[in-house]
Each structure stands twice: as structure tokens, then as C-alpha cells.
């Protein structure tokens, strides 16, 4: 363990594996806590990245009263940060009071000055309170479900439910499975390349899984046996989140993408889950779009930014005219290419 911060409130500090029961224990418990908050994904994310955890507790009168996991990532394109969390639309602190708060960030950002960092970033899901420069560039989308698939499907605004009730006419069936994965991670790479983003390497997704198991499911729509939309889902307590998705162009025709999370829908609730949550997305984009026609409303997400020298942070936003250029160079590279080349731009970018 590295050596611990004083507040006069509690004390933080940079804990390792052996924390990882009390670090889990209160996840499991905590109210705002998300998928991204227990210890497997700081295994995940050092076992197919390599990028190195600063993993901050907070202890009060000898009891975990709160958690903030931070990766440090450095790249030549991207410059040096300390995230919570790389590769997770969720992040930032949870403690137990506003005061427990403050001190994690205050952690937070001595260690951003230590280890010389462009700038911190905390993707929180909920306005933290914390004084820091915010953004807006994203939203989330999540809403309440119930146990009853009629109700359910009762939710979805006519013309989407429409297209749910119309994929088993056209030929459309689905499996689920870990035997679904490479179908899915092929979907999801050909996806990606037609909106001009690197991809995850195939490994990333065997790691979830590995690391997960039964909370990391694989989803496919196939049409006439051939895999035509695909998504990999995270469970969490009484969540659900479709997290990796592709689907074929050639077959959007038949709307492979709204029968596919219909599918979802249906498994979550036979499994008890009482909130669908579908993400985040940038405004103006086909997915936000999407999941408006939905019935599901936009939330801010409010992210959290500190640059320890002061003045702006970096910009590492892909609809900023820089990236716009670099996106439509991708996608001219052949799908092949991206597929080798995306794996190593990606593990670089917060």
C-alpha cells in the first residue's frame, strides 16, 4: 500500500489485491456504485492493457467509507491522464458523505500532480458537487423496467414496437451464450469501422468474460443462420447494459437492431432487472436517435475535469474538426487493416 493521506476527516490511500473483499463489499452495497466500480474490472483492464491502477480507498473509524479506481494512461496522441474510468461510460468517487467526497478528490488531485498528469477526469453518472470544469458531450439513457413482458413492450413508442413484432416474420431468431462472443466482436469491429472508430481487440471481450462470467452475456440476431446484430452485455445488480453492439448494414432493412435488444429486454427481466440501461451517447448521432424512438429520455452526463497546472484541458472529442478528419480517413482503411491497426490506437485513448 502506499502511504496514506491524512485529512482530519478520514484517511486515503492507494490500496492493492488485498483490498479487494472490502473494496468489493462496498460496491455490492453502495447505492451509486456501477458495474465499473468492482475490483474485476481493474483486473480486466491491467490484464489486456497494461495501464497502471491507482486505486484510492477511503477509511473512516476502520471501515471503507468510500472508493475512487483511477488508471493512469499515456500516449503520444492522447497525452497522460489518471481516469476513472478508461474504456467505461461510469466513474468517479462514491463515499458515504459529502465530506468522505472531498477528501478522495483532494487525493485525487495531489496524486495528478505527483505523477505529473495532463489532467484528471471522473465520468461521473450523477452530479458529484465537486467545483471542477464539466462537459456536456455526452448523455446517458436509462429506464425503469418491469418483470412483465407485455408491460414492458407497452413502453416502446409504436413504430419501434412495430419493428419488435415484425423481426420473427421476416426470419429473424436470436442465441445467447459465451459461444457467441467472436460473432458478436465481429459485428461489433465491422460496426465501428463504418463510423470511422478503432476497435476493441477480440481479446478485451474474452477478458469480460473470463473475468465475469455470467454477468457478461453475448447476445446474436441471425437471420437464415447467419449472424446479422450482435451485443455484449454487462448485469449489475438489478441493471442491465448493453455495452458492445454491431449489426450488418445490408440488413438493416429487416431491423435486426430492434428485435435484438427486445431479446435483451426480455432475458433481463426474467432475471430481475428492474432498470435498461443503454448508454451513453454523443447528441446529433444515429444512436442517440435510436434510443429517443425508444421511449428512453436523455440524461447529462456530468463529468468531471481538473488540469493540476491549470488552463483548459486536452480535447479528445470525435466530433471536434481534428478527429472529423482522422474519422473519415479510417473509415477508407479496409476493414482488415482497422481490425489489426485498431487494437493499438485504442487502449491509448481515455
Sequence with gaps: MAEALA?????????????????????????GATFFHQWGYRRAVESCFGH?????????????AGILPLFELKSR????????????????????????????????????????????????????GLTGEGS????????????????????????????VRQGP?????????????????????????????PVYPRRWFRTLQEVFGHDCHCLTVRHQGRPVAGVLTF???????PYYAGSLAEFRRLAPNDFMYWQLMRIAAERGVRLFDFGRSKRGTGAFDFKVHWGFEPAPLPYLYHVPGGGPRPEVNPTAPGFRRKVEAWKRLPLPVANRLGPWIIRSIP
Aim: hydrophobic letters at 40%.
Design 77 to 128: 496522441l492522447f497525452g497522460h491522464s489518471l481516469v476513472s474510468l478508461p474504456f467505461a461510460v461510469y466513474g468517479g468517487a462514491v463515499a458515504v458523505d459529502d465530506e468522505v467526497h472531498a477528501a478522495i478528490y483532494a487525493h485525487a488531485k495531489a496524486l495528478a500532480r505527483t505523477r505529473r498528469a495532463d489532467y484528471l477526469e471522473l465520468r461521473y453518472l450523477e452530479p458529484s
Design 52 to 64: 497502471r491502477p491507482h486505486y484510492l480507498l477511503a477509511e473512516r473509524d476502520g471501515e471503507v
Design 7 to 31: 485529512t482530519g476527516i478520514c484517511s486515503v490511500k492507494t490500496v492493492g489485491e488485498e483490498a479487494r473483499p472490502a473494496w468489493d463489499r462496498f460496491v455490492a452495497h453502495h447505492p
Design 136 to 163: 456536456d458531450l455526452y448523455v446517458t439513457f436509462r429506464k425503469q423496467i418491469s418483470g412483465d413482458d407485455d408491460a414492458n413492450l407497452k413502453q416502446i413508442p409504436r413504430k419501434q414496437r412495430r419493428m
Design 169 to 197: 416474420k421476416r426470419g429473424l431468431t436470436h442465441r445467447t451464450g459465451p459461444q457467441e462472443l467472436d460473432a458478436v466482436w465481429a459485428l461489433y469491429a465491422e460496426s465501428v469501422h463504418r463510423l470511422g472508430t
Design 235 to 241: 448485469f449489475f445488480k438489478d441493471q442491465v447494459l
